[in-house]
């Protein structure tokens, strides 16, 4: 250590003031000795940074270590034993080791230079704190002393103005004592004042402040009458909120509400405030029921002497009256319902209120966890109660309503009460499904077979009254607009309010009828100010608007301005009859002005139905009605809507289909089961619509000789007989065509109807009945169109005698030898008969709208006879020359030409078949044989008499006939 500071002392500056005390006693002879030594060493040992280093990192590392290390013991181990010292080696470690010290030195030199100015500068800074801890230590001697001194000259001061101090405080709480003590008496009449403002919160807030401070000065004697006083006020205001709280059932007032919940939660007693309102609920719903209904009863009692009063609740709803009962029972959902709403409003005021009301006298630091527990506890307690309370309130509400449902017998009553009773227990029901989410199992219950039984006895005279429509019905046109449609009807009117699409404009929407409108805000929103879901809503609509002309103004307008105009005639018609007949250009324009003019009667859908249909609607509105309100029996109402449209379209079926008779030539068999070659057959579905609906819905005449069954022929309906009045022969009105137009086309628009109302009859019905009502729709309401193909071409095949252009057809000479250039006269006889029958169609046109499906049916089938007609003719000639086959075609172009002239048909149906058979004639032999296994549509004598004339070899002739009887002979099996 000596040897680091004498090395600082002669490496630092020489200046006297640098130098630290320590530095300048450190000069004594040892120092000096250890000078000359530090140096001789250095001159031994040169300054040397790299080779210091390397000396450096030689050291061992125990040297480094604890302090407690002896290096000359460390050394002296190492030394081997006496006898075996070698002095040069002792010499040599000694030699290292001095220049390790020598290096080691060196380096503690300069870290001790290195560092000394920042040595100087904390030697300084300590030398300034002492100096300042002395003048400190002079600050406080100073301070006590001051002190010492002002103790001892105001301690007797002070302690005299501190009694007096105290003695006026005394003094002033004696003072406050007096004042409450004085207010206390003068309570009692504040208290009773706020009772008759109904301020129950302020009452009882008072009357607690008042305990509370009575409390506090219960050592006076005039305070103790007075405690007993205000406790029978408490009581006295606990009774009285609890009739305040009772008035809340009836008639919800949010203030009054909030005042009577403030009031017990200062009390403290909120969960037994909602047990106490949910007895009174119990209470309100008893009485409220008991009071109408009794009303009512005494109402209609008059005079006598029973005490109605005295009696229960369902022997009273037995002597309600059927003048009395819908007043009443509406009165009584009003009242209930009220009853529901001030609850339904409570749950509400919950709901917005979740946080509890906080007393004006609750102090800031009252607020502590056992507080917010118990308020949480509260609020629990009342949800459950709240939310349980719903199905209890619903129950005896629902109990009530059933009792007087069942009170009475329904089977009495008119449709529109009935129906309105129902509607008010469906209006009833969808509450109580908003109000608690109930099924309402018992209302159901309770009307259902009730219902399904005035429904059954309902249906029963309404269909017996279809019959009785259908045997009186002349089946002339009802003048309806020519956009009718069955929501034009006033049983329709909650469709259409509910927005159902018009058949044919689009897909129908799901309707409902109009209270569903409501429900979907829910009742309790639109009707919770004022009002009721039991109201009459007075129905402000237009009466009914469907009786017009069905269209004929506007067509005749349409024809006035454009007789003279054939510009919407197809070109291509107009130059087949230029290039057919260049010399007829003149007359084929005038046919075509002509043809346009009484075209314009048969153009576009006109509404044809008659009174019966319309009747049919009308009770197709009324069951669609009892659907809306009986929906657990709208199953049941949907099968007796079906049943209906079966007992009209078999109607239809058995008036205008079967009457047809049949000839040799023309075989029009309709009857179920039978068919022809002409297209008047019934299809596979229609035939086995007709089948069930006679199966299942006619009661047939028994045979001869049996008794019917009633029970059997209970659900069935007697078969429809036409009336005597219509009449459907005579050729002058084709047949009654007006008639059976009037009736096919009026199911068809039925049918269309019923389409329309198939989206919504799919939504009140149950899922699992879905595919019944599916298959209703697709193998009986979608085949109705199909009864226009047997009626029609049945009238069709009866207007032209083509017996007679047969007959004449047989009198003509087809072995010619010269070619004609004059058509035969059976076609002009042909082409006047069909004149004649486009002259009877435009007479039937302006009595009934003919549709243009119509009209297409007829001329198309009654030119497929015409063309069989031609094919007949032709297959009786025995002989045919070639000149015989040249006149054929041209009678035949003949009639074409002059058809175009009468009908719009396009193409000519059946052309094909009578070209294809003439064309024939001149076949080969191989060919002929080809052609004969081609065309089976032709008959085994038509092929027969081709062979004979068009094949002159004998033995290919013969081949070709035998042929011929094979195919009939096939054809047969």
């Known amino acids: ?9 002669r490496q630092g500056s020489g200046s006297r003031e640098d130098r630290s005390p320590t530095e300048e006693t450190a000069t004594t002879p040892e120092s000096m000795k250890s000078i000359e030594h530090t140096l001789k060493e250095e001159r031994e040992f040169p300054n040397d940074p790299m080779k210091d280093a390397e000396v450096l990192e030689s050291i061992e590392k125990v040297y480094f270590g604890d302090e407690t290390f002896d290096s000359n013991l460390h050394e002296l181990n190492k030394l081997p034993e006496l006898d075996q010292l070698d002095l040069n080696k002792v010499g040599q470690d000694r030699d290292l080791l001095r220049r390790q010290l020598n290096s080691v030195s060196k380096k503690v030199s300069d870290l001790v230079l290195e560092n000394h100015s920042a040595y100087s500068k904390e030697l300084h800074r300590v030398t300034n704190l002492q ?21 001892q000259g105001f301690t007797v001061a002070s302690l005299s103005i501190l009694a007096n101090h105290k003695k006026r405080l005394q003094l002033l709480s004696l003072l406050k004592s007096l004042h409450t003590i004085k207010t206390l008496q003068r309570t009692d009449i504040r208290l009773r004042e706020m009772m008759e403002e109904e301020n129950y919160p302020e009452a009882i807030q008072l009357c607690l402040e008042c305990q509370k401070a009575a409390s506090t000065f219960r050592h006076y004697r005039c305070i103790s009458e007075l405690s007993s006083k205000l406790q029978d006020t408490m009581e006295m205001i606990e009774e009285q909120l609890d009739q305040a709280l009772a008035k809340t059932c009836s008639n919800f007032d949010i203030e009054h509400y909030e005042k009577v919940q403030t009031a017990y939660q200062l009390l403290g007693k909120t969960q037994t405030a909602m047990d106490q309102l949910h007895m009174h609920y119990t209470s309100a719903i008893h009485n409220t029921a008991f009071t109408i209904v009794v009303g009512y009863v005494e109402l209609v009692s008059g005079s006598q002497d029973t005490n109605f009063q005295k009696m229960h609740y ?17 009165d009584l959902c009003k009242a209930l319902w009220e009853v529901m709403k001030s609850y339904h409003k409570i749950i509400e005021w919950h709901e917005t209120n979740d946080e509890p009301i906080s007393p004006t006298l609750q102090e800031s ?16 307690y009342i949800k459950q109660k709240l939310t349980h309370g719903l199905t209890r309130i619903w129950q005896d509400v629902q109990q009530k309503v059933k009792l007087y449902l069942l009170g009475t017998d329904l089977s009495s009553f008119k449709y529109d009460d009935f129906i309105y009773v129902l509607d008010l227990v469906n209006r009833l029901i969808t509450v109580g499904e908003e109000f608690c989410g109930s099924k309402s199992e018992g209302l159901h219950d309770s009307i259902r077979q009730q219902s399904l039984n005035y429904f059954k006895n309902y249906h029963r005279a309404r269909i017996e009254e279809l019959q009785m429509f259908l045997e009186n019905e002349g089946w002339e046109l009802c003048p309806v607009r020519a956009n009718f449609t069955a929501l034009n009807l006033h049983e329709f009117r909650y469709l259409r309010q509910a927005g159902i699409s018009q058949p044919g404009k689009g897909a129908p929407a799901s309707p409902s009828p109009k209270r569903d409108h409501c429900t979907r805000s829910g009742y309790f929103t639109k009707y919770g100010a004022q009002g009721s879901p039991f109201d009459r809503e007075m129905d402000d609509e237009e009466g009914e608007d469907v009786i017009a002309t069905n269209g004929y103004e506007d067509e005749e307008r349409d024809s006035q301005g454009n007789e003279s105009d054939d510009s919407d005639v197809p070109d291509e018609l107009k130059q087949e009859y230029i290039d057919e007949h260049t010399e007829d250009q003149q007359h084929a324009r005038s046919s075509l002005k002509r043809r346009k003019s009484d075209r314009t009667h048969f153009r576009g859908p006109v509404a044809i139905l008659s009174n019966t249909t319309l009747n049919i609607l009308r009770l197709f509105g009324k069951y669609m009605q009892m659907v809306a309100v009986l929906k657990p029996i709208a199953f049941d109402v949907v099968i007796c809507m079906s049943q209906l449209f079966d007992y009209y379209l078999y109607a239809v079926y058995t ?26 057959s019934l299809s596979n579905k229609i035939r086995t619509t007709l089948q069930r609906i006679n199966d299942n819905l006619i009661n047939n005449e028994p045979p001869a000789g049996m008794m019917p069954n009633p029970m059997e022929n209970k659900e069935k309906v007697g078969f429809p007989h036409i009336s005597p009045m219509v009449n459907l022969t005579g050729m002058d009105k084709l047949h009654g065509l007006a008639e059976r137009v009037v009736g096919t086309e009026s199911l068809v628009f039925l049918a269309e109807q019923f389409q329309s109302l198939q989206s919504h009859l799919e939504g009140v019905i149950p899922a699992s009945k879905k595919p019944f009502l599916q298959q209703f729709y697709s193998q009986t309401v979608s085949v109705a169109s199909e009864l226009r193909r047997p009626v029609y071409r049945g009238v069709a095949s009866r207007c032209i005698d083509f017996e007679k252009i047969l007959q004449l057809m047989f009198t003509v000479k087809w072995d010619i030898k010269d070619i004609m250039s004059q058509h035969s006269a059976y076609v002009d006889v042909l082409l006047q008969e069909f004149q004649i029958f486009s002259n009877r169609l ?17 001329w198309e089938h009654i030119i497929r006879l015409a063309n069989r007609t031609f094919v007949e003719g032709y297959a009786s000639a025995r002989k045919c020359s070639n000149e015989g086959r040249a006149l054929m075609q041209l009678d035949f172009q003949q009639f074409l030409l002059k058809l175009e002239t009468l009908t719009e048909i396009r193409p000519i149906p059946d052309k094909e078949y009578v070209e294809t058979y003439v064309k024939a004639y001149y076949l080969s032999e191989a060919d002929m044989e080809s052609w004969i296994k081609e065309h089976r549509e032709y008959s085994s004598k038509q092929l027969t008499s081709l062979i004979n004339c068009a094949i002159n070899n004998k033995k290919a002739r013969q081949r070709l006939l035998a042929s011929v009887e094979d195919m009939e002979r096939a054809r047969v099996r």
Do not use: W
Request: glycine share 4%; aromatic share 4%; charged share 25%.
């Open 655 to 680: 008036f205008f289909s079967t009457d047809l008779t049949t000839d040799k030539h023309h075989p029009s068999y309709l009857r179920i089961g039978q068919s022809d070659a002409l297209g008047l």
């Open 314 to 330: 369902r022997d009273l709803c037995t002597h309600i009256t059927t003048d009395t009962y819908i007043p009443c029972l509406v």
């Open 131 to 151: 100096a300042s801890l002395q003048t400190a230590n002079i600050i406080c001697s100073n301070g006590r002393r001051q002190l010492e001194m002002a103790k």
């Open 1 to 9: 250590m000596k040897r680091i500071k004498t090395l600082i002392t």
């Open 842 to 858: 435009t007479d039937v046109n302006r009595r009934v709208p003919v549709p243009t499906e119509v009209y297409t049916i007829l």
């Open 365 to 380: 630091d009252v607020a502590s966890d056992l507080g917010n527990v118990e308020a949480q506890l509260n609020k629990k």
